[in-house]
């Protein structure tokens, strides 16, 4: 059973920049490259797809509205990813999930039914 953990949220102004990390834990395997994304969601409205790669190589994609902020990376511990996110606006805060796909799950990077594991989230809040 796959488990992930989000960390690095919290409180920050406009302009500013946070970092978030997600570790995935319960993998049966170190051979497996699962495609791991950024999601958020504020009160009332859909999550969507910030960010996403696949662990051990492969394009990362983005969301058009964070492009140009935010970058998605491979940790050094295996199976972990870095959310970096730069010249936060308002409108960036929601609660940030962690989603993983472990597997092979068919959908774009962007649609939830692909993933089949969920961080608890971590809130980010822009003022």
């Known amino acids: 059973h796959v488990q992930l953990v989000e960390s690095g949220g919290g409180s920050v102004q406009a302009g500013g920049t946070q970092r978030l990390t997600c570790t995935a834990s319960g993998y049966a395997t170190s051979t497996i490259r699962p495609c791991m994304g950024w999601f958020r969601q504020v009160p009332g409205k859909e999550r969507e797809g910030v960010a996403a790669?696949?662990?051990?190589?492969?394009?990362?994609v983005c969301a058009d509205s964070v492009k140009g902020r935010f970058t998605i990376s491979q940790g050094d511990a295996p199976f972990t990813m870095h959310l970096q996110m730069d010249s936060l606006k308002p409108e960036d805060t929601a609660m940030y999930y962690c989603?993983?796909?472990?597997?092979?799950?068919?959908?774009?990077?962007?649609?939830?039914?692909?993933?089949?594991?969920w961080g608890q989230g971590t809130q980010v809040t822009v003022s």
């Open positions: 989603a993983a796909d472990f597997i092979g799950a068919s959908g774009g990077w962007s649609n939830t039914m692909r993933y089949n594991s």
């Open positions: 790669l696949r662990i051990g190589g492969g394009t990362a």
